[in-house]
C-alpha cells in the first residue's frame, strides 16, 4: 500500500513543476549593471508570478469594458514582453513566437522561466551594453530594455493585479512586495 501511495506522490510532484518567482531571490552582495538590471527582472517576474498566480477562467476572460485588453490579453502581451527580454540576452533577433496552442499555464510558465533565464544572463554580466533589442537589421541600446519591456511589463502587471481584485479574486494578501517574499 506504501508503494502506491509513493509512486501516486511522485506522479503528482512531476506534474506540477515549481516555477520561479514564487518569492524573490537573494540579492547580489555587490552593485553592478548586470546585478541591477537583474534585479529588475526579478522583481518583474515576482510581480508577474503573483499577479497571474491562481486565476480562474473567468478572470482570464474579465475586462472593464470593450475598449480594454482583458486579463489573458494582458497576460499574451507580457509573454511577447518577455521574448523581448530574453531575446536581447540572447542576443537573438525579435521574430514572432507562436502561442496560439498554448494554455495559460504554458504562458504562464515560459513567461516566468524567459525572465529567469534573462535575469540569470544579466546577473552574470559585466557588460550589459551588449544586449541590444534586435528588431530585424536594427539594434537598440539596452536602455531602451529598462524603459521599455522591462517596465512595461510591470506595469501591466499593475493592471493585471487591478482587474483582477475588480473580478473578485484580489492577488494573495500573503505577498509583500517590498520585500519579495510570502508569509507562511
Known amino acids: ?55 480562474r477562467e473567468a478572470d482570464l476572460r474579465f475586462r472593464l469594458n470593450e475598449d480594454v485588453r482583458s486579463i ?7 509573454l511577447d514582453l518577455s521574448y523581448t527580454i530574453v531575446n536581447s540576452t540572447l542576443k537573438s533577433a525579435n521574430g514572432n513566437h507562436d502561442t496560439s496552442e498554448m494554455t495559460f499555464y504554458d504562458r504562464r510558465r515560459q513567461t516566468l522561466f524567459n525572465l529567469k533565464e534573462a535575469a540569470d544572463i544579466l546577473r552574470g554580466s559585466t557588460d550589459i551594453s551588449q544586449f541590444k533589442i534586435i528588431f530585424g ?22 493592471q493585471i493585479a487591478s482587474l483582477r481584485r475588480a473580478s473578485g479574486n484580489p492577488i494573495s494578501s500573503k505577498v509583500n512586495h517590498f520585500m519579495g517574499t510570502v508569509k507562511s
Not at 490579453?73 to 507580457?78: L, P, V
Not at 537589421?137 to 499593475?158: K, L, M, S, T
Request: aromatic residues 14%.
Open 72 to 78: 489573458e490579453e494582458t497576460i499574451d502581451h507580457i
Open 137 to 158: 537589421e536594427r539594434q537598440i541600446p539596452f536602455w531602451n530594455q529598462v524603459n521599455g519591456p522591462i517596465a512595461d511589463a510591470i506595469w501591466h502587471c499593475g
Open 1 to 55: 500500500m506504501s508503494i502506491i501511495l509513493c509512486r501516486g506522490f511522485m506522479g503528482m510532484s512531476q506534474k506540477k513543476e515549481a516555477l520561479p518567482y514564487f518569492e524573490l531571490p537573494a540579492y547580489a552582495d555587490h552593485y553592478t549593471a548586470g546585478t541591477m538590471a537583474a534585479r529588475m527582472v526579478d522583481a518583474l517576474g515576482f510581480r508577474y508570478y503573483w499577479a497571474t498566480e491562481g486565476l
